[in-house]
């Protein structure tokens, strides 16, 4: 089985079983308030997700899936298990419960504002390297979309030599990203032409199935990092940071501490892209607003 099609197997993982468990009616299992309580409590410490009374019976489906996995009899059983394995265990509790929705050329207007203002100023300006961040990058599709738009910018000028960070504090979608298999419909929103560019389209068993090509995937380096985290392990500082669809999950303080480190982090010249519904008025006036969802280094 080549890698390609072990990837695409995984993908398409069947989430129904014969463990006994699911037989005895899992399914109408509940989650209480004390156990509720107690999940909350431990994903808000560790990755500053705030989860309201109303997220209690997406929790309850999502944990349903690690129960399976641990084949547990109730939810009071896995919150022992946590307690008992939190080291090894709060990635995968933390994986269960993060949201991954995202998108290639997801909120298009950054990309075009990245093609037509950013690329050209930084060009004018004569950077031989280009450092960008896609912090909370999900399954891959936002770095590879950033990665996308520099190829097309650069295609007839003279390259920088460019490095994409990928972070999200979910391995699952970390992995996934590395390994860059997309199902095919999702990449139609890209012209075919340009997909020809950077996608390998797959055939036979991998039928329906697009991989990003080995040159687009070179430069995106995928890593696990919590944001949350008091200070980050990069050494170098970065041209460009996007941290889009992340913070709305972030409370105030988490949000203020988070923009003071984007700002350690951003080049003076650079630019901070957050997402559609996300803004920095209240947060922090460390950063000149450009244009919605747009900022630059206050100076
Ligand atoms: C809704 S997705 C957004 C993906 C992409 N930025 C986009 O806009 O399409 C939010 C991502 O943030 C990640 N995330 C949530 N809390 C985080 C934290 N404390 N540190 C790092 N990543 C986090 C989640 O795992 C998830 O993949």
Known sequence: MTEFSRIKNAMGKSTSSNNPVHRQGLFALELCDREFGFFREVIYRECGIKLTEMKKALMQARLMKRLRELNMKDYSEYRDYVIENYSSEIVNLINCITTNKTDFFRESNHFDFMHSVVLPEFEKLGKKSLRIWSAGCSTGEEPYTIAITLFEYFRDRRMPDIKILATDIDTQVIEKGRHGVYKADIIDVIEPEVAKRYFLKGKDDNEGFFRIKEFVRDIVYFRRLNLLDETFPMKRMFDIILCRNVIIYFDRESQKKLFANFYRYLHDDGYLFVGHS????????????????????AL
């Open 278 to 297: 996300e803004t920095l008025t209240g947060i922090t006036d460390k950063f000149n607003f450009v244009k919605n969802t747009i900022y630059k280094k």
